[in-house]
């Protein structure tokens, strides 16, 4: 198992990634559960994300973690998102980002 590329207080180290993270959350995470999942952005995303955010923010922590042998678990995804939305969303997307993949679609290209 491995650890996160960027640490959950590194958020700040790439200044329009946490914007984005602080302004659209709900945005980002549509984004990083699709590129979890090897697909496209869809409606579902948007519906999902706008009527269960916490929970699917959490879940689409658990398939970055679990795609990349992060080490940790469901609480601590919970943990991290509840109490420091916009640094875990930043961090999500900074480690699909340093795999090589584009979580961010039109905003970071």
């Known amino acids: 198992m491995t650890n996160w590329e960027q640490g959950l207080c590194d958020c700040g180290s ?3 990634v946490f914007c984005i993270s ?3 959350p709900g945005l980002q995470i ?3 559960r699709a590129t979890a999942e090897n697909r ?3 409606a579902c995303d ?3 994300v706008t009527s269960c955010f916490h929970l699917i923010a959490c879940t689409t922590r658990s398939k970055i973690r679990e795609k990349h042998g992060i080490d940790g678990n ?4 919970s943990c991290a998102v509840c109490y420091c939305t916009p640094c875990a969303v930043s961090q999500q997307t900074m480690q699909l980002q340093a795999k090589g993949e584009k979580p ?3 905003f970071m290209s």
């Open 14 to 16: 790439d200044c329009r």
């Open 46 to 48: 948007c519906i999902l």
């Open 40 to 42: 496209q952005c869809d």
């Open 30 to 32: 549509m984004q990083q």
């Open 104 to 106: 961010s679609g039109i």
């Open 74 to 77: 469901c609480c601590g995804d």
């Open 22 to 24: 602080y302004i659209w």
